[in-house]
T-cell receptor, first 110, second 116 residues
Framework: GDSVTQMEGPVTLSEEAFLTINCTYT??????LFWYVQYPGEGLQLLLK?????DKGSNKGFEATYRKETTSFHLEKGSVQVSDSAVYFC?????????FGSGTKLNVKP | NAGVTQTPKFRILKIGQSMTLQCTQD?????MYWYRQDPGMGLKLIYY???????DKGEVPNGYNVSRSTTEDFPLRLELAAPSQTSVYFC???????????????FGSGTQLSVL
């Protein structure tokens, strides 16, 4: 079945460091890919998405490129801030069923 | 806009009790979902619905039931609560229409359920 695998956390970085969170997927057909972010005590919010191969999703300085050849959708940010501390979830949508990875907690220290 | 509204926010149940988690959305979305999130884990799909009168099982449906009598409402029923159902439950909805919100999941704020 369809699934998403992402790197385990927590990831701890200093402010202004470079961020990469790895995500790979298994799916039949041509799924859409997403990154969601969850702040403490809240529901998930869409961060960015890509709907086809080689698309790049971007938002708030975060980027991810849909790589069909490696079935990956890694999240990157060039310079993280303390306010980016949250849990990040990679997800896919295939035939209107959404599957989520286990989440990666990011801690950014001043 | 209210978006997706879940009630209650917190609930403690005794083993064997039953309860219904309510979920309502005011965006006229066809698709609605129930997820559970265990501590330190990702979201697991319990049930989903593609429209009024149509529901289907997700990854972890055992111990739960749903109904979808209207487009707006998608309640989740726990019949005989067990400690393994202690979790945070999220309801979500999405649209299949065109535009920037297509495929975007809108989440409720969650229900924290403890079964003791």
């Amino acid at each position: 079945g369809d699934s998403v695998t992402q790197m385990e956390g927590p990831v701890t970085l200093s402010e202004e460091a470079f961020l990469t969170i790895n995500c790979t997927y298994t799916a039949t057909g041509y799924p859409s890919l997403f990154w969601y972010v969850q702040y403490p005590g809240e529901g998930l919010q869409l961060l960015l998405k890509a709907t086809k191969a080689d698309d790049k999703g971007s938002n708030k300085g975060f980027e991810a490129t849909y790589r069909k050849e490696t079935t990956s959708f890694h999240l990157e940010k060039g310079s993280v801030q303390v306010s980016d501390s949250a849990v990040y979830f990679c997800a896919l949508n295939n035939f209107n069923k959404f599957y989520f990875g286990s989440g990666t907690k990011l801690n950014v220290k001043p | 806009n209210a978006g997706v509204t879940q009630t209650p926010k917190f609930r403690i149940l005794k083993i064997g009790q039953s309860m219904t988690l309510q979920c309502t959305q005011d965006m006229n979305h066809n698709y609605m979902y129930w997820y559970r999130q265990d501590p330190g884990m990702g979201l697991k799909l319990i049930y989903y619905s593609v429209g009024a009168g149509i529901t289907d099982k997700g990854e972890v449906p055992n111990g739960y039931n749903v109904s979808r009598s209207t487009t707006e409402d998608f309640p989740l029923r726990l019949e005989l609560a067990a400690p393994s159902q202690t979790s945070v439950y999220f309801c979500a909805s999405s649209s299949t229409g065109q535009g920037p919100t297509n495929e975007k999941l809108f989440f409720g704020s969650g229900t924290q359920l403890s079964v003791l």
